[in-house]
């Protein structure tokens, strides 16, 4: 009898056992939610939407866009301080328009801009989607397609400026196999113009806390302002009239003014600037990413400001640039005194006392152990100073600061569409009255003399003066034909350097994108 | 799936009552010798066994026994390793002399997945080390045991942190995105984990080399399988082992850095500009401040007993490892029941298997070693400067990348808890003759705590910036798996036929939650009270948890044939499926077959003894490194500012690959196996070729179109093969005296990468990884990767040698005049992998003295010497020099990476030498036997490279994914030094 227990307790569990062979194996998912899952409500909508902005958060990343930008202008370079910088000689040759299509900054700018235009592709189509399966209240979701059309033509904008012939994504849902072409720039420029005349209105002209951070109306003005101003750059065929009108649109609304002071767009509670017109809203806690402090300072000015995290005495600016600031001129700053704000930290560095000053404890420099920014730089390679060169304090180092700043940064700003303007009038007219008092404006505010007529050098300068560390000085140098030109530690470079390489990786992946002439 | 624990816990009392049946007998005494058949010498320590009983004995120095047999006993056995058992019906004799003949090696049983069978009739790639052939002294991991025993199977841990897992690679690589790390079963527990197994208790080790074996282990068995079989309880007298040693580790090979002399020359001979070097004006061996002389010990006790109806054995295993670096090690205590009982006049069998396990681990709480070998010579420990109280009081320097590494070690701890619990219960049944019916439940239960924290005044781990900074991690893995088979034997004249069917049902599950905190007032707490921190509520720290689990079902068959003791077959298949598959690829079919032929049977040769070839072809699977990757899901990224507040976003976490499907590896072996000179040399020789197909690969994909950059997916193919050579001699044999020698070495013909595209995906013809790092040199690959061409290729400028000016000079390889940071001047400088691995062990008995010398070498492969790259040149003299001899002062440009630092790491070393005595017991005496032995660790290691551990290096320490697989080569600035061990240990058997 036990046996025969045993017997059928074994076949039981046979049969038991080869029952389960026919499971479907479906897969849970604990710690994520499933796309089907998703959008049962307008929080969860709008959280989708977020996804496009946080992209931006990168923008600011050492070694991405920014950084490309800067490092190959006049404005900053990141010189091989010995064994410190030379990673791979990719600063080195920024710096020199020497880029290489395996260079990691030229890579991870493609692959920010691109990670950008593709969230708001699959936004569009998802929201799309959802009005079409009646989801979604279309009058919500028709705003936020608007805005993410134009969002995707600022950074399509960037891309138009930077590497200039890349493939048009406006889709999401494409082919497994799909390997898009490159386009010319001037088919880019035309998308992106098309798309901002298209959505640009349709958006809300509020200028409010609700439209903080986001494309609004004049956000939309201000790409159109800016991509007309280099739209001689981008086709050859100068928008000078276009780039005024969308200026003045943003004037005439009375929405901005200028600060009194500069510094209030920097600080590192700004988000109540008149100035600002669109912002990524970094912040030490919800979004993380302006290291400014880390990029810049030298391992001892840890104490300066108290930083949680130790510099890596990167960025600096070059000489000449730092001296074209007239020494009255209150952007700069104050060599040796920390406590002023200024576009610089230079001179002696201190204490977070002010007085007490700070070693350097390598003392390889040749002033020896105190820290002393120098704003002269012995060299672009391989030995140059630790102590060398002027530090970006354009946005504010509080106290403490850890690596994520809470200042917002400011993409579009109004002092740059009243330049914007001024340029379009003064390239229209150099001897324009009304141009000449737009410039004097800024240069007002930052205690300096007005100019008393508008030349090619001076505009230039002045733009460089006041949006130092904006991302705009390469774009500038390259309108006003000084990017070619030979400075500091750059020999005089070609045309073709004016639009980066398309990185390796990607001409590897995609057989349709066509190198850029000249790499 | 659920089972009814009840049932069977209703074997694990039956069990146990069976132990406590054990029965006396009145005796008689038996005296005899035994000896070989063919020599006529004694046989020294085999074995005699009074059948159904648990008397027994072994024979003493010439061949000699005295046995107790109880009274009513009729039958006894005698066995002797390599020879064939034979059992003797007792009559009233009270002597017995017994002639053994050799040859019974090959009818050992060998273990394989789901069975076993006879060694002459396997016909795959499978090799078996037994206990008495482990490696010994100072072994603290079973992977140990196997380290240069087994063909084809690198075993490696640069360094000697006894917190890192060891390396494993079975012929080569077979996979770059998912496990390559043979698949480990422990008494049919898959998956089940080494910490749950103590070196103590295991009996032997069976490596499934080829996937012809491991194809019966399916999604699992790509990177081959290691089976492992635990000690059990042996009918006869109740036997208690006492094992222990202590140990001592010590710095070996140092990487040669200045001294506070040579570093005071150094300085006094550059110009004016100092590059940093400074004078501290003190004298500290840096070294010597954060090591020790590092001592540990081992201590074993066991139980196992049992009658020819059940068994026991208990074992309790404690460990206390000290590393050689200053507050950092483990301890350890795991404890291993297992209990057999049979019933039903043996037609049912039952097992159970209960391990806990439970440890401490101190791991390094930063970067201690790189810091003891960086940090100036002339710097004191401490500072008696007041403004250093910041720093607790210690000397340090507002440099980058530079801190005091006595700071870091006491300043700083990282610790951790683990506790594992593995189970297991078996029963076997005959369900009529031939046919067996078996099932197996187990389950195992890890759970992992680590801490850290960094006090308010440590300049490193982040204490000093953020006023102290600790996290506690906590995560629990908890795996059901119940198996059920059916063999059916059947002896059909001259054919053997065994078929072999079985059904499996697999579940994980793995749960994690982590918060971490800064802002604390005191550092009493520690990461203890991980919430009285101000960081959190100031946003500046959080926490997260997750939760992820698998299934997988599988169904395999297996047919054995052999005829006539001459040919042999096997082959086998598995239908498995795994919920971590996309849609419609959840299941795959992955079959094995061998066959071989004994040709001294076959065409009756007689210059061997035995002489078999055979050819085997199996495809096996791997599994994708985690769950849900074929899903497209959302999941919280930043926040983001809406309507004047932050609010969360949600987007996607990776690219959805509904195919992804199963990774699977072929492979083929020819081989031999032979013995020769009457049974004495035997060895095999195979040819191995590996292909896998379908590779898991975290691929880089065009940002357009998809979502994220990356994406894993099967794409391309990997190709590896070899020559791998056994043989096990015995030189000499006599009374007093004997040696033998052991060989197994493998010959590596192919590491290749046939591609890494396919029609879905072109992931382009070649890739650059391996970024050397910071300060300095980043965006600066040193591995090549290409399609067509071999893995492990290292790639950089060739260095020619130094400029009048002090600068680099590196050979201009595309004619262009000039060289230039770019790939057109720079080509392969060198090749991570090995060629040949060789393990080669001598075992001498001279009189009651054992002595082993294991010899381990490998040949072939490169090393880049991160130190070197970095701290070698007069340059940026914040940190000390390596001073080796390649130290050139009038070098005095900024560090790069060329061929310079590329050094020829091929090694012999002495792995292991011990010398035992075995006491000469009394028969009968309480004590059994005694042996007390010296071990040493790498007592000498011949090579030319200027690092510390010439070690292969399979992984990159610095990377994740398939790019630390695919980087092999690297000796990072991370890794622990080498060490010399000594060890004095006793084993007593009562």
């Known amino acids: 009898m036990k046996k025969y227990m045993i017997k059928a307790l074994f076949v039981g569990l046979f049969v038991i056992a080869f029952n389960q062979s026919c499971s479907d194996l479906d897969e849970n998912v604990y710690s994520s939610v499933k796309t089907d899952d998703f959008f049962k409500n307008n929080d969860e909508f709008i959280a989708a939407l977020g996804a496009a902005y946080t992209n931006l958060y990168g923008f600011l990343n050492h070694g991405n866009y920014l950084s490309t930008q800067e490092v190959s202008s006049d404005e900053i370079m990141i010189p091989q301080r010995g064994g410190d910088w030379f990673d791979g000689g990719q600063w080195l040759r920024a710096h020199r328009h020497e880029y290489n299509p395996n260079d990691d900054c030229v890579t991870n700018s493609w692959n920010f801009l691109f990670g950008g235009v593709n969230t708001c592709n699959r936004l569009i189509f998802t929201f799309e989607k959802l009005i079409g399966e009646g989801k979604v209240d279309a009058s919500l979701a028709r705003p936020f397609i608007a805005e993410l059309k134009v969002l995707r033509g600022l950074w399509y904008f960037w891309l138009l400026d930077s590497f200039g012939n890349v493939p048009i994504v406006d889709r999401f849902d494409v082919p497994a196999d799909f390997k898009p072409a490159t386009k010319t720039r001037a088919e880019v420029y035309a998308f992106v113009e098309k798309e901002l005349n298209d959505n640009v209105p349709l958006l809300t002209k509020d200028k409010n806390l609700a439209t903080y951070a986001r494309v609004n109306y004049w956000a939309g003005k201000a790409i159109q302002a800016k991509l007309y101003l280099n739209a001689g750059v981008y086709t050859g065929t100068p928008q000078w009239d276009k780039a005024i009108a969308a200026a003045d649109e943003i004037i005439n609304s009375n929405n901005y003014a200028l600060e009194g002071n500069y510094f209030a767009n920097f600080n590192a509670n700004n988000a109540a600037s008149k100035e600002n017109i669109f912002v990524i809203p970094y912040d030490q806690v919800f979004a993380g990413g302006f290291n400014m402090p880390q990029m810049t300072l030298h391992y001892g000015s840890q104490a300066t400001f108290n930083l949680t995290d130790q510099p890596w005495n990167g960025y600096c600016t070059l000489q000449e640039f730092y001296e074209s600031y007239e020494n009255t001129d209150l952007r700069k700053g104050v060599s040796g005194n920390q406590q002023i704000r200024g576009n610089f930290h230079a001179g002696p560095q201190f204490d977070d006392d002010g007085r007490t000053p700070i070693n350097d404890d390598s003392a390889d420099d040749p002033g020896g152990k105190p820290l002393v920014f120098t704003p002269e730089i012995n060299a672009h390679f391989p030995n140059c100073f630790r102590q060398a060169g002027a530090r970006v304090g354009k946005f504010e180092f509080p106290l403490g600061a850890t690596p994520n700043l809470n200042t917002d940064f400011p993409i579009f700003r109004y002092s740059d569409i009243l330049l914007t303007k001024a340029e379009g009038l003064w390239r229209k007219s150099a001897g324009d009255a009304a141009a000449l008092a737009l410039v004097n404006q800024i240069r007002a505010r930052a205690g300096v003399a007005p100019f008393t007529a508008l030349t090619s050098d001076n505009f230039l300068a002045e733009r460089g003066r006041e949006m130092f560390y904006e991302g705009w000085r390469r774009q500038d140098q390259i309108r006003f034909g000084a990017w070619a030109k030979t400075w500091a530690f750059k020999p005089a470079s070609e045309k073709c350097k004016e639009i980066w390489p398309i990185p390796r990786a990607q001409i590897n992946a995609n057989a349709n994108l066509k190198q850029n002439p000249c790499y | ?990």
């Open chain 2, 1 to 990: 799936m659920k089972l009814r624990v009840g049932y069977c816990s209703r074997y694990v009392l039956v069990a146990v009552a069976a132990l406590l049946c054990n029965f006396a007998f009145a005796q008689r005494t038996l005296t005899g010798k035994i000896t070989d058949k063919a020599t006529g010498e004694g046989l020294i320590g085999a074995n005699i066994l009074v059948v159904g009983t648990g008397s027994g004995t072994i024979t003493d120095f010439d061949g000699s026994y005295t046995l107790e047999v109880p009274a009513g006993s009729t039958e006894i056995e005698f066995s002797y390793t390599g020879y064939t058992t034979q059992r003797i019906t007792l009559g009233s004799e009270t002597t017995l002399d017994i002639q053994l003949a050799a040859g019974q090696l090959l009818d050992e049983v060998v273990v394989t997945g789901y069975g076993s069978q006879k060694a002459r009739e396997v016909t795959s790639s499978i090799v078996t080390i037994k206990n008495e052939n482990f490696n010994r002294g100072n072994v603290n991991s079973p992977a140990q045991l196997l380290q240069g025993k087994v063909a084809g199977l690198s075993i490696t841990r640069p360094g000697g942190d006894v917190n890192s897992n060891f390396t494993i690679r079975l012929r080569g690589l077979s996979t770059l995105g998912a496990n390559t790390s043979p698949l480990v079963v422990i008494d049919g527990i898959i998956g089940g984990s080494l910490n749950t197994v103590d070196p103590n208790d295991i009996e032997s080790m069976t490596v499934l080399k080829d996937a012809s074996a491991a194809s019966i282990y399916g999604t699992r068995g790509a990177s081959g399988a290691i089976l492992i079989t635990t000690k059990k309880g042996a009918a006869g007298k109740t036997t208690v082992d006492y094992n222990s040693y202590v140990s001592s580790d010590t710095r070996l090979r140092d990487v040669p850095m200045m001294t506070a002399g040579e570093w005071r020359t150094l300085g006094a001979g550059l110009g004016t500009n100092k590059l940093g070097w400074r004078d501290n004006g003190s004298e500290t061996n840096w070294l010597d401040q954060v090591t020790r002389n590092a001592i540990s010990q081992v201590h074993n006790v066991s139980v196992g007993g049992g009658t020819k109806n059940g068994g026991y054995r208990a074992s309790v295993n404690y460990r206390d490892l000290q590393n050689i670096q200053v507050n950092t090690g483990l301890k350890s205590l795991n404890a291993r029941l297992n209990l057999f009982q049979n019933a039903l006049n043996g037609k049912l069998r039952l097992a159970t298997n209960l391990a806990l396990t439970n440890g401490r681990r101190q791991f390094s709480p930063g970067e201690v070693l790189k810091f003891g070998l960086l940090y100036n010579p002339t710097a004191p420990v401490l500072s008696s400067n007041p403004a250093d109280a910041r720093w607790g009081g210690y000397f340090e320097e507002d440099l980058f990348d530079y801190n005091n590494p006595v700071s870091i070690a006491n300043q700083n701890v990282s610790e951790g808890d683990y506790s594992e619990v593995q189970i297991s219960f078996q029963a076997d049944y005959d369900l009529f003759k031939g046919f067996t019916l078996s099932a197996l439940y187990a389950q195992q239960r890890d759970q992992n705590n680590t801490g850290f924290y960094s006090n308010r005044t440590s300049r490193a781990g982040g204490g000093f910036g953020n006023q102290g900074n600790g996290n506690v991690n906590y995560s629990k893995q908890n795996t059901h798996q119940a198996t059920f088979t059916g063999t059916y034997a059947k002896d059909l004249g001259k054919l053997d036929l065994k078929v072999t069917g079985g059904y499996e049902y697999q579940y994980q599950g793995n749960e994690g939650f982590g918060f971490s905190n800064n802002r604390f007032l005191t550092d009493v707490t520690g990461y203890n009270n991980i919430g009285s921190g101000l960081g959190l509520p100031l946003g500046l720290a959080g926490g997260g948890s997750g939760k992820s689990d698998f299934e997988n079902v599988a169904v395999f068959g297996r047919l054995n044939l052999n005829f006539d003791d001459t040919y042999f077959m096997m082959a086998s298949v598995r239908r498995e499926g795994n919920s971590r598959f996309g849609e419609g690829n959840k299941y795959a079919v992955f079959p094995g077959i061998s066959a071989g032929a004994d040709l001294t049977k076959a065409f009756g040769l007689s210059f061997v003894d035995n002489l078999k070839f055979r050819l085997a072809y199996g495809v096996a699977g791997n599994l994708p490194p985690q769950s849900n990757l074929s899903q497209e899901l959302v999941g919280p990224g930043g926040r983001f500012f809406y309507n004047g507040q932050f609010v969360p976003s949600y987007g996607p976490q990776s690219n959805p690959n509904p195919n992804l499907k199963w990774e699977r590896t072929a492979d083929f072996t020819v081989g031999f196996d032979f013995a020769a000179l009457n049974y004495k040399l035997n060895g095999s020789l195979e040819y191995f070729n590996r292909n896998t197909q379908d590779l898991l690969f975290n691929a880089p994909v065009p940002v357009p179109p998809n979502l994220v950059p990356n994406t894993l997916v099967n794409v391309g193919e990997l190709e590896s093969s070899g020559i791998e050579l056994a043989l096990n001699f015995p030189v000499l044999k006599k009374d007093k005296f004997s040696y033998d020698v052991n060989l197994a070495t493998t010959y590596y013909t192919t590491f290749k990468l046939i591609s890494l595209s396919n029609e879905d995906f072109d992931l382009g013809k070649e890739r650059f990884l391996a970024n050397v790092g910071s300060p300095g040199l980043n965006n600066n690959n040193m591995i090549y990767v290409a399609d067509g061409q071999p893995l492990g290729q290292i790639y950089g400028p060739v260095y020619r040698g130094v400029a009048e000016n002090g600068t680099w000079q590196f050979e201009d390889l595309n004619g262009d005049g000039k060289y230039c940071d770019c790939p057109d001047d720079q080509k392969v400088i060198g090749s991570g992998l090995p060629d040949i691995e060789l393990g080669f062990g001598n075992n001498l008995r001279i009189g009651k003295f054992d002595v082993n010398l294991f010899f381990r070498g490998v040949f072939g492969h490169d090393l880049v010497n991160s130190y070197r790259i970095f701290y070698e040149p007069v340059n940026t003299m914040t940190w000390n020099r390596v001073n080796s001899k390649y130290f050139n002062p009038k070098l005095t440009d900024g560090a790069k990476f060329s061929s310079h630092q590329v050094e020829n790491a091929s090694f012999l070393k002495l792995d292991n030498a011990t010398i035992g005595y075995n006491f000469d017991m009394p028969s009968g005496a309480a004590v059994r036997s005694v042996n007390l032995y010296v071990s040493g660790q790498n007592l000498f290691v011949l090579t030319g490279y200027t690092g510390s551990d010439p070690e292969v290096r399979f992984q990159d320490s610095e990377q994740g994914g398939s790019g630390a697989i695919l980087s092999p080569g690297i000796d990072r600035r991370n890794t622990p030094f080498m060490q010399r061990n000594l060890t004095l240990g006793i084993r007593v058997g009562l």
